[in-house]
């Protein structure tokens, strides 16, 4: 039995945990339908209060979402505590899956490292499994310091689809590195690549929740689990935060590619497809910051901004990868 | 507006405006167009279009990225390819509109950018603002008891402030701080950055320079344009900034995976070459590998590809040698089969040519001889043969990796099917007719280099620098002001508020902050100096 053997038993079983994580939440989102509607009255109090504090902003750290739905749940306790209960043992059935998948897909990484004897960056296969880890991490500790695990349910989702695509789709088996990849940026530019890739996603998925939950309140239906998730403004900066920590690192990465690009190509940039796109998804991520800071821009339009630029960085990753030839292709895939 | 009517253009665009529209006159219409241009709403725009912009010359090929797939679409669909290159389509990053989007939003950067630097200076000369009345009304808000005979409230607010980096005013009854000027200074910085970084890159294609040369391994590149196979330069490059050293090649490694994983995926290349920088001057041995370039002043040499080359010798009808050495071929796959042409023009008394398909790890199936591997484990050498009539030198160039047939006829059995010499290294074979004869006497590999010069990179990388930097303070500083009064409270006692505002998004903390400052003023003095 290899190394090799090792990780890909690791990662299919965290495919396999991520997956019952994420039914976990779902359950978790499902038994929260039982809770009811919240009172009005609870609402239009945090509102009022809020507005009398000057637009809210008096609220301690944003990141903290344990703070803004008290009068809610309150309210909710009140008229089912059974089910309210069992949101709560979903929720935290689905934390510790999620805790349990990651422990698999680090220790898939680090013998997939082992087997390969150098960092497992080579390709799709082991920057996705990296990602997802870089991904699952900041989760957990957002989980663990602030409180964030309403965004359980799309965390998992999209650990589950990424490891998944990874030992199905992506799959190759260990092999040494093509001369071009013996260079120091390698670890820089990937590494640069895998977290900013890890903050986009996060930010992402948040902006798709922000737009759901803003949606909810501006409808006045918000229900269920909704009800458990911050409000949108709330969700919103977090998300920002996210994003406006993954933009720098971005830019870092395009730049140490095209010094990388110098070395090994002899070129600092060629308008290769990955090279084009990863200046598509950076113009993108400078429209979000830009709509934020415009009248008219800000709230629903930068979140939908935020999102074309997760579908660029994926398109990138992924279409490119698999259907333009580039100089970016290695191994196969 | 009364000047206007003596300005004949401006008052005929003021009627073709309508009536109902004041009318601008060129000098306000001009300023009209500067404020769309220089607003955050244009930019944005403009940011989108050019990410739409970029999006065409991934998917579509690039004339200067790959001519041969441009070549072959054109072939596939005429029609569209006409289309597509009326729009240029085949060459995006260097079309008119590419080029208008990109200027537009550097000229919309450099409007914004400019007046807010202004407004930056006088910002930073500010005091920061008054104490606002009432301090309750803020985003963030904490009072709480001086302690008893605590007299120098204020000053130690003050100090407070000032240890955390404010800005401070010291006012009668209240002290007034802010902070976070770093953050409009990073803002600046960044996109100011960006327009060095169009600099650096506007140098290094004007003044560089960027070629290609195979060298056969054993022989040598000396840096002048003869040499060069392919050379693109700049409008301002002149041939005498080339710099006149050159490379010998001694020796090429090349090792390809042979396991089951990526069977046949490169491993290794490495070239020993011999530098001399300039004529006369001592060779210095280098060792030349990918991601490992050379570097001879701001001139580089890449090791950029490799391929096979044949050595073969050619004896024409008379038994005279009629063409000898090394013939480099093309790599047409991964495999490396590769093809070229071996031309003998001074045979006699015909001239002879050959179509030549050379094959590292050669099989023969049936779709004929491939190659099964890249390295040669078992080479081959696969060639027709063509004759001719002696041709009148020209003096002109002709493709070296290509046959032109004209005025040649090819070499035929009696059942009319084309003669087909395979040759194994040391073979030699007869041609046909008593045409002459061929011999494979070995192989040696080549290399590609990659010569060029790209000044104003290093104001760019510098600018990047910049720009990264002035990104994370753009986005991590977060401007906060903050108040602090000293008033009377009830029962005689002395009440210390705070009150604080946060200038930016992402704001973090502020209400901890606040609440953690009104807790330590609060303090008798020789608690808070005691810890």
């Known amino acids: ?27 978790e989102w499902a038994t929260a339908l039982r809770l009811g509607v919240a009172k009005p009255v609870a609402r239009e ?39 309210s209960r069992r949101v709560e043992q979903f929720g935290r059935m689905g934390v510790a899956l999620t805790v349990i998948g990651f422990l698999l897909s680090v220790a898939g990484v680090l013998t997939r490292a082992l087997a390969a004897q150098r960092a497992p ?83 992402g998925l948040m902006s798709i929740l922000y737009l ?20 949108s403004r709330k969700i919103d900066l977090i998300s920002y935060r996210f994003l406006a920590f993954a933009f720098p690192l971005w830019t870092f990465t395009v730049v140490a590619g095209a010094i990388w690009a110098e070395y090994a190509w002899g070129r600092y940039w060629g308008w290769d497809p990955k090279e084009t796109w990863a200046l598509v998804t950076w113009v993108i991520y400078a429209c979000y910051l830009h709509a934020r800071s415009t009248a008219g821009w800000r709230g629903t339009r930068a979140a939908a901004i935020a999102i074309i630029g997760l579908a660029s960085f994926w398109f990138n990753f992924v279409g490119i990868n698999l259907l333009v030839s580039g100089l970016h292709s290695y191994a196969g895939i | ?36 241009l220089t607003s955050m709403r244009t930019a944005l725009i403009l940011l989108f279009a050019l990410a739409l912009a ?25 029609r569209l390819g006409s289309i597509y290159d009326t729009l240029g389509l085949f060459d995006v990053y260097n079309s008119p509109w590419f080029s208008a989007i990109y200027l537009l939003l550097f000229v919309s950067l450099v409007g914004c950018i400019v007046p807010r630097i202004g407004v930056y200076v006088r910002a930073l000369r500010a005091r920061p603002p008054k104490t606002p009345r009432n301090l309750v009304r803020l985003p963030a808000y904490a009072a709480a008891d001086l302690a008893d005979g605590d007299h120098d409230g204020l000053d130690r607010a003050a100090a407070a402030l000032r240890k955390r980096h404010y800005r401070v005013d010291v006012h009668s009854d209240s002290v007034a701080g802010e902070r976070g000027y770093l953050r409009e200074a990073g803002n600046l910085v960044f996109h100011i950055s960006l327009v060095f970084v169009l600099i650096g890159v506007a140098i290094g294609v004007l003044f560089g320079f960027r070629g290609t040369s195979v060298v056969i391994v054993g022989q040598g590149f000396s840096n002048n344009l003869t040499q060069y196979d392919d050379f693109s330069a700049g409008a301002r490059f002149t041939e005498a900034d080339l710099v006149p050293f050159s490379v010998s090649v001694k020796d090429f490694e090349v090792k390809f995976e042979t396991g089951p994983v990526q069977r046949g995926a490169a491993r290794l290349f490495r070239a020993d070459v011999e530098v001399t920088e300039q004529p006369g001057a001592a060779p210095r041995p280098e060792v030349l590998e990918v991601n490992k370039p050379l570097r001879i002043g701001d001139t580089t040499v890449h090791l950029i590809g490799h391929g096979y080359a044949p050595k073969v010798t050619v004896k024409d009808a008379d038994g005279n040698v009629a063409f000898s050495g090394p013939v480099v071929l093309l790599p047409q796959d991964g495999n490396f089969s590769s093809i070229g042409a071996i031309k003998a023009p001074d045979a006699r008394p015909e001239r002879l040519a050959f179509e030549a398909f ?36 020209t003096g002109r160039p002709e493709n070296v990796y290509s046959l032109d047939t004209t005025g040649l006829r090819q070499l035929r059995e009696a059942d009319g099917q084309p003669v087909r010499i395979g040759l194994k290294v040391g073979d030699g074979v007869n041609l046909p007719e008593g045409k002459g004869s061929i011999q494979l006497d070995g192989w040696v590999r080549w290399v590609k280099l990659q010569i060029g010069a790209t000044p104003g990179v290093a104001i760019s990388l510098i600018a990047l620098g910049f720009a990264v930097t002035g990104l994370c303070l753009s986005l991590f500083v977060r401007p906060r002001r903050v108040w602090i009064r000293v008033r009377g409270g009830e029962a005689g006692r002395r009440v210390v508020e705070v009150g604080g505002l946060d200038r930016a998004d992402a704001r973090a903390g502020l209400t901890e902050d606040v609440a953690e400052l009104a807790a330590e003023l609060s303090r008798r003095p020789e608690d808070v100096s005691a810890r």
């Not at chain 1, 759901?212 to 409000?231: F, H, N, Q, S």
């Not at chain 2, 999006?55 to 005429?78: A, C, Y």
């Open chain 1, 45 to 83: 109090l945090v509102d009022v209060a809020a507005i009398e504090r000057g637009d809210g902003q008096q609220r301690p750290d944003p990141v903290n979402g344990r703070e803004q739905p008290v009068a809610d749940l309150l309210a909710n306790a009140d008229t089912n505590p059974a089910a």
């Open chain 2, 358 to 393: 050379f094959f590292p790890t050669a099989v023969l199936n049936d779709q004929g001889p491939q190659s099964i591997f890249p390295d040669a484990l078992n080479p081959a050498l696969f060639v027709n043969v063509w004759h001719g009539p002696p041709k009148v030198e």
């Open chain 2, 54 to 78: 970029a999006i065409p010359g991934s998917l579509v090929p690039q004339r200067r990225i790959s001519p041969v797939r441009v070549t072959d679409f054109i072939n596939e669909h005429p």
């Open chain 1, 1 to 27: 039995m290899s190394y090799e053997y090792y990780s890909s038993l690791a990662l299919v079983s965290s495919v396999v945990v991520y997956a019952l994580a994420m039914f976990a939440h779902t359950a």
């Open chain 1, 121 to 203: 960056w080579g390709n799709m296969f082991e920057f996705t499994i990296t990602a997802m880890v870089f991904v699952v991490g900041v989760y957990l500790i957002l989980v663990w310091r602030a409180g964030l695990r309403w965004l359980g349910l799309p965390v998992t989702m999209l650990a589950a689809v990424g490891n998944g695509l990874a030992v199905t789709v992506f799959y190759v088996a260990v092999a040494p590195l093509v001369p071009a990849l013996h260079s120091v940026w390698f670890l820089i530019h990937i590494v640069a690549a895998a977290i900013a890739g890890a903050a986009f996603n996060v930010g």
């Open chain 2, 1 to 36: 507006m009364t000047t206007i009517k003596t300005r004949e253009p401006a008052a005929e665009s003021g009627k073709a405006a309508g009536p109902e529209l004041p009318r601008l006159g060129w000098r306000g219409g001009l300023r009209y167009l500067w404020t769309q």
């Open chain 1, 212 to 231: 759901i939950k803003k949606r909810a309140e501006d409808r006045g239906t918000v229900r269920g689990y909704l009800e458990r998730v911050p409000d």
